[in-house]
């Protein structure tokens, strides 16, 4: 247990879905992030807030839209997604906007039919 | 184009022996590196790390070797033990605290 929860563990959605993923942490930090891990690819950074701010956006298609109300959760919404976005969807926080020891969630198994 | 390259996907040792996980870096601007072990269904875990002022970092059986020159770092792991078996990913920043660009892994198979 790591502090920092996600849910769904597993989602399948079609192409015309809007879903969302969540995650939690439970540790004081302020800083929060979403890394998507595909197959044989190294961890991509997608989204990181500080205090709430979005402070970074990777050239993430639109299709993916982050929230975060607070500094303790953090959301991700899906909407048209494409089969190639088929991945482990990883959030992760940390104290400050340094990713140092940043400790991450389990993560959520989305598939995308 | 990969700053960050693990370039041995997979890596088998028996129990008790070292392992040895490479990682390579092209970024000179990389002065902080880290390692995370990542089990299945779960997230990566934070395992050791090494400012670029130092060369070498020992935690327990963990030890992270630095070669500035190189730009190559490497992770041993004395004496190899089978809940070791994972997958590694190595990762750099440009300042300690910064964003972290990771390589690809090596996954881990110590065997009993």
Redesign the interface.
């Known amino acids: 247990e790591?502090g920092?929860t996600?849910t769904p563990?597993h989602l399948v959605m079609g192409m015309t879905n809007k879903k969302s993923l969540k995650c939690e942490q439970h540790l004081g930090h302020n800083a929060m992030y979403w890394y998507k891990q595909s197959a044989?690819?190294?961890?991509e950074?997608m989204f990181?807030y500080n205090f709430k701010e979005q402070t970074?956006n990777n050239s993430v298609p639109s299709r993916f839209s982050p929230e975060c109300p607070n500094s303790s959760h953090l959301f991700l919404h899906l909407h048209t997604l494409q089969p190639e976005d088929s991945a482990l969807y990883?959030?992760?926080s940390s104290q400050?906007?340094?990713?140092?020891?940043?400790?991450?969630?389990?993560?959520t198994r989305l598939t995308v039919v | 184009d990969q700053q960050v390259k693990q370039n041995s996907p997979s890596l088998s040792v028996q129990e008790g022996r070292i392992s040895i996980l490479n990682c390579d870096y092209t970024n000179s601007m990389f002065d902080y590196f880290l390692w995370y072990k990542k089990y299945p269904a779960e997230g990566p875990t934070f395992l050791i790390s090494i400012s670029s002022i130092k060369d070498k970092n020992e935690d327990g059986r963990f030890t992270v070797f630095l070669n500035k020159s190189a730009k190559h770092l490497s992770l041993h792991i004395v004496p190899s033990q089978p809940g070791d078996s994972a997958v590694y990913f190595c990762a750099a920043s440009a300042q300690a605290g910064n964003m972290l660009t990771f390589g690809g892994g090596t996954r881990l198979m110590v065997k009993p």
């Open positions: 790591t920092v996600q563990r044989k690819k190294p961890l950074l990181v970074e990883l959030c992760a400050g906007q340094g990713f140092a020891e940043a400790f991450f969630g389990q993560g």
